[in-house]
């Protein structure tokens, strides 16, 4: 093994003795142009992804970040502060996250270290949502060889709808919902948050991401959300909604006026309903009050062969299991896609859940939801 002082003194070695075209030579090994910066075909190698596929990490992506967070871990504690972070991205242009809600966007420790855990899940949603990311940071980091063999493409969305059975392993959630309905604590309770009763409102789209297992198997769940004044451009846009899974369309059970928004908001026309649908009820602590809608949220998803809302309180940490479900429903999405009436094969969809061996709990829960509760 070459450590740094030795490779440097070789190098300066060569240009001293006039070899200029060995160390030149090197450079271009490890893809540094004439202007001694990582060229782009090096940052970027070309890696095609069709249309509605996504892109994920590879068995030696995964093996590459964990090894790299376990080296940078120098006090062996399983979580990177922030002078290890540091380090870790020395060699970038900086840490890539610095422009999200990083690190309230995965799970940390207590004195706010990015975990383990949360790192691998944070790269698997950077890698879902801009895999050219990845891409540029493996080779900053130095992954060894072909930097595409750590990414994988899947198959098209509409293909495992079609084929109903999906092998996807990150799934996109977008969450909608009127100011206050409480969908910043919905995604803070994905990545183990601490309730606020502080209302703050949402400003830029904010991004979570956890792992979640299932059936036996580890996937992984972004959560988005948009902010009100973005639900209208989102819900319109086809190609950002041919990137979601599902949708999760969030109210307050305790605010009259709320449920009005999502109804108004899948009035307009939209790319999606074809897509998974999940209606929320949050503040189930609260008083419930009637909603001023035409018909009441129950009566609204029944209509369009949609399970009841699922009532949560972020506050009283009752999620009732619904991010287990939500994988669940991206992993089989014909259970919650509205006007998806054909009863027998829906109750037959929950048998394979029970022979694939879901978790208990994860099986109730979507019993329950499928069967109207």
Known sequence: MVLVVGFLYLNTTFIQRGRLETTWAVLRKYGYGDDLLLREDFLWPAFEVPPECSVELSSKGYQFFTELFQIFDQDKDGALKDTELDELFSTTPSNPWL?????????????????LQGFLAQWSMTTLLDHKTTLAYLAYLGFEGDTTTALKVTRPR???RRRGKVLRNVFLCYVFGATGSGKTSLLGGLVNKNFSETYVPTLKPSSVVNSVEIGGAEKYLVMQEFGPGFDREVFQNRKLMEACDMLCFVYDSADANSFTYVANLRKLRYEGEQLPCVFVATKSDADYVPQR??????????????AVPLSVSMKEQVTADLYSLLVGVALDPAVAIPGYKREAE???????????GTVSATVVGIALFLQYR
């Open 158 to 160: 509409k293909s495992d």
């Open 293 to 306: 809608y035409e018909v009441q949220p129950d009566a609204y998803c029944r209509n369009l062969g949609l």
């Open 99 to 115: 422009d999200s809600n990083f690190p309230e966007s995965a799970i940390t420790n207590d004195h706010g270290s990015i975990t």
């Open 346 to 356: 829906r109750y037959a969809r929950i048998k394979n859940y029970v022979a694939i």
